[in-house]
């Protein structure tokens, strides 16, 4: 297997800037990220922890650099939305589950997008559901479910197409200590079991620490590797 | 997700439904009202005739002049069965200042047709003076057979009363020919002869002997006139166009519910976008709410019409005046209608929600 054919996330001297390029957030950024490995982007508030995940997933567009997930250069829409269905997984600090619809619905919904079957969407949903303890609570509005059950909620959703690769931004920042040290054990068991990529942006040495790798951040830089 | 996300925002989808409702209703409800009364008035003219003559290039029959000599004319061809001289005119009678009245031959079908509530056929002759009530405008002008009323400058004993089914006979006065163009200072003219063919003749025979001997008449089908009169012409244009302005402004409640649609929920769209849908996707979503919102409206203004107009019909002053004509063409142009409201209407929402940038909706307040 050589290098390439490994690496799950590469990223050369990327570069992002808002506001007309007023606001830098990151200045040359570069990251490798083998396959199964779980890495943690460390670093304070406006670091680019987030902006850097955002280029990941091709959410954002790069002002210069490289950027390849799963051997795909995330360059163009046909391509970002090829990996959003299938390769990729996205976790945000808040849930950000539609309230209205049952967690079920939820769900399902990146099985519509990729144009999966029902049935196997189910089957799928069921096994995710219970593996995280939210089976039970498949049926009820999300507006009805506690926060660590949202956030459980919302890994399963990101679970669903089998990504090879899952990007967390601060995916227990809104918890509390009980449901933030259940849920980040989950994620670990489930990348872990299923032998794939996490890349977890967090400001919590604590969880950092669990990680296979840190990689620290400042002021748009990788900073070096390590707590 | 087009059902689901339009279940979740009830309020918003009913409102939006409403408002197509009711340019739908609106649209049925006038289009099929003056489609209604284009054939009271196609039936009127016909009677049991297949043809009509009347002066050429007139823009409306009150004015056609017609020589009632024609009609004898006519009857003396073997390709014609019948010809029956016609005069339409507008009367007044005390506190009545429009009432329709029809100067017709003793022999008009028309009459026998309806159902003799006082006085009978026979006492309706060309040489007298007597006139027929319809039934309702025997009611208004308070009149019965052996009665006499004032119209216009005379007055004129009452034969007696018929029910007719057609409104505006109904609610007409029938005066003898002769009568009626002495009353009017039209001598020895009607406004149309109506035509009954000879069995086994065409209509093209009676166009070519009109052509020939009378220049200045033209005869035509039942369906060419209805066809090419100018006023069921303006008439049915009239209907269409305000139906359709009053459709285009329900349409609006469809723009407004969908773009609320789009802006309640932004960051929805961009967890959608997260999770893999591409922009067309979401804009097809887009279409889809509206286009199913459209949908349910026009049902509901179908139903909301055909129950108003059959609420009309039962109203006992327009008892026969109305005879709403909601057929395949209204509901498909309805239907039509609805679409393009929906797919109008949901375009700039589906632009919009389309050219989100999910990473800068997620940071949306």
Known sequence: ????????????????????????????????????????????????????????????????GLIRVAGQDVVDEKTRIELLRHRIGYVFQFHHLMPDLTLAENCLVPVIAAGGGKAEGLARMQELA??????????????????????????????????????????????????????FELLLELVRSRGRTLV???????????CDRTVRMRDGRMEGEGI | MVFTNLRR?????????????????????????????????????????EMVVFEKNVSDLFFSNVEVTVADELEKQPFVKEAQPVLFSIITAPGRP???????????????????????????????????????????????????IELG?????????????????????????????????????????????????????????MMKTHERLTALENEEFSRSYSQFKIMKTTAWVVGGCAFLLGGLSVTNTMILSVFGRIKELAIARVCGF?????????????LLVAAIGTGMGWALSVAGLYALREVPQLQGYIDPQIGSTELIGALGLAIFTGLGGALYPAWYAAKLKPAEALRFE
């Not at chain 2, 591409?278 to 509206?290: D, L």
Request: proline residues 2%; glycine residues 12%.
């Open chain 1, 130 to 183: 219970v593996a995280t303890g939210v089976a039970h609570r498949l049926k009820q509005p999300v507006r009805e479910l506690s926060g660590g059950e949202r956030q459980r909620g919302a890994l399963v959703r990101a679970l669903m197409n089998d990504p090879d690769l899952l990007l967390c931004d601060e995916p227990t920042g809104a918890l509390d200590e009980s449901n933030r040290e259940k849920v």
């Open chain 2, 9 to 49: 925002h009830r309020v918003r989808t009913a409102i939006g439904a409403v408002g197509i409702a009711l340019g739908v209703a609106t649209m049925l409800s006038v289009v099929g009202l003056l489609g209604g009364a284009v054939k009271m008035f196609e039936r009127i003219l016909r009677s049991d005739a």
């Open chain 2, 278 to 290: 591409s922009r067309g996707q979401v804009a097809r979503m887009i279409f889809g709410e509206s």
């Open chain 1, 200 to 210: 977890l942006a967090t400001h919590d040495p604590e969880l950092a620490r669990r």
């Open chain 2, 153 to 209: 400058q005379g007055t004129y004993p009452v034969a007696g009363v018929v029910r007719m089914e057609n409104g505006f006979e109904n609610g007409g006065v029938f005066m003898p020919l002769a009568a009626c163009q002495k009353a009017f200072h039209k001598e020895g003219v009607c406004s149309v002869i109506t035509v009954a063919l000879a069995e086994g003749h065409e209509s093209g025979e009676v166009k070519t002997w």
């Open chain 2, 98 to 148: 429009v009432i329709t009245c029809f100067g017709i031959r003793a022999t008009d079908g028309r009459l026998k047709k309806g159902e003799w509530l006082q006085g009978e056929a026979a006492s309706f002759k060309d040489d007298g003076e007597g006139v027929v009530l319809g039934e309702r405008a025997a009611d208004f002008l308070n009149a019965k057979a052996g009665s006499s």
């Open chain 1, 1 to 64: 297997m050589s290098m390439q054919d490994d690496m799950a996330v590469r990223v050369e001297d990327v570069w992002k800037s808002f506001d007309h390029g007023r606001i830098e957030v990151l200045k040359g950024v570069s990251l490798n990220v083998t396959k199964g490995e779980i890495v943690a982007l460390c670093g304070t508030s406006g670091c680019g922890k987030s902006t850097l995940l955002n280029v990941i997933s091709g959410l954002e567009d790069v002002d210069r």
